[in-house]
Nanobody
Framework: QVQLVESGGGLVQAGGSLRLSCVAS????????MGWYRQAPGMPRELVAT???????DFADSVKGRFTVSRGSARNTVFLQMNDLKPVDTAIYYC???????????????WGQGTQVNVSS
């Protein structure tokens, strides 16, 4: 059973920075795609950024130029560096992992428990 554990959330003033970390355990293999989603109160969960083992990244338009996502040197770690934070970035941030799909269908998905990020104005 793959488990994802996040760390690094907290309270920061607008314009500040935070770095989120996530480690996946319970597998001997590299999780193909890892990254971050977020959910603000009353809103659906949305993509923030993902990165594959091959280095392909995907970002929400709202965070491009401010956030970077990277895989760590240790297997199955992923980081989200958030700069120039805005109050609209306030949300619970969830670590996400997905196995590579096959002809039989989409790869298995995993979710962390979430870490709260609060950005004050």
């Amino acid at each position: 059973q793959v488990q994802l554990v996040e760390s690094g959330g907290g309270l920061v003033q607008a314009g500040g920075s935070l770095r989120l970390s996530c480690v996946a355990s319970g597998t001997d293999y590299s999780v193909w795609q890892m990254g971050w989603y977020r959910q603000a109160p009353g809103m659906p969960r949305e993509l923030v950024a993902t990165v594959t083992t091959g280095g392909r990244t995907d970002f929400a338009d709202s965070v491009k130029g401010r956030f970077t996502v990277s895989r760590g040197s240790a297997r199955n770690t992923v980081f989200l560096q958030m700069n120039d934070l805005k109050p609209v970035d306030t949300a619970i941030y969830y670590c996400y992992g997905q196995e590579l799909g096959t002809e039989r269908g989409r790869g298995a998905e995993y979710w962390g428990q979430g870490t709260q990020v609060n950005v004050s104005s």
